[in-house]
């Protein structure tokens, strides 16, 4: 059964500075991982996909890498904003057809 | 485009009675999927739909159910409220298959009383 931690639960950061989120999951042999942001109340907005073939993917501020075998992903942001702050979920799908599972999220919050 | 649109946003329920949730997919999305987030549990995955088939089902008392029409729209029902159920439901659909990158409505807000 897939598994996916994310830690710490919570994060508070200065603006400007550069931070990486982590995600954990437990079956390294997973087809796709993706993360999603979400703001208080709100759905969930995709940030970047990565396919398990990829190492890492990139979109303005933000790049994503992907270690399989150590069941691994990070979120790199660069040059945190204060509208930075949302919580950041992972999500992993271990199939084509299969479910997505997420974690719990890290809560982040940058302060001006 | 429009996005993702569910309907309603927010719902007041007593115990035991049933409640029905719709979601409209991004046009051309023929993939949608149906999600529980509570505090504790997080995001748990209920289940999928595709050209009105269920292609994928999560662990869920048979009390939730859904179906999808051939416009790719969908609901979700949920019968024999429980207190338990208080939750946000978040609907997301993709173009085709569910690991394409899916993109998620702003949810119904579902409190059970």
């Known amino acids: 059964k897939q598994e996916v931690t994310q830690i710490p639960a919570a994060l508070s950061v200065p603006e400007g500075e550069n931070l990486v989120l982590n995600c954990s999951f437990t079956d390294s042999a997973i087809y796709n991982l993706q993360w999603f942001r979400q703001d208080p109340g709100k759905g969930l907005t995709s940030l970047l996909l990565i396919q398990s073939s990829q190492r890492e993917q990139t979109s303005g501020r933000l790049n994503a890498s992907l270690d399989k075998s150590s069941g691994r992903s990070t979120l790199y942001i660069a040059a945190s904003q204060p509208g930075d702050s949302a919580t950041y979920l992972c999500a992993v799908r271990t199939g084509a057809n299969s479910k997505l599972t997420f974690g719990k999220g890290i809560t982040l919050s940058v302060r001006p | ?113």
């Not at chain 2, 309603?8 to 115990?15: A, E, M, N, Q």
């Not at chain 2, 995955?45 to 159910?65: A, D, H, I, V, W």
């Not at chain 2, 790719?72 to 569910?98: F, H, K, P, Q």
Request: glycine content about 10%; proline content about 4%; hydrophobic content about 25%.
């Open chain 2, 1 to 113: 485009k429009a996005g993702v649109t569910q309907t309603p946003r927010y719902l007041i329920k007593t115990r035991g009675q049933q409640v029905t949730l719709s979601c409209s997919p991004i046009s051309g999305h023929r993939s949608v999927s149906w999600y529980q987030q509570t505090p504790g549990q997080g995001l748990q995955f209920l289940f999928e739909y595709f050209s009105e088939t269920q292609r994928n089902k999560g662990n869920f008392p048979g009390r939730f159910s859904g179906r999808q029409f051939s416009n790719s729209r969908s609901e979700m029902n949920v019968s024999t409220l429980e207190l338990g159920d208080s939750a946000l439901y978040l609907c997301a659909s993709s173009w085709d298959r569910a690991s394409d990158t899916q993109y998620f409505g702003p949810g119904t807000r579902l409190t059970v009383l």
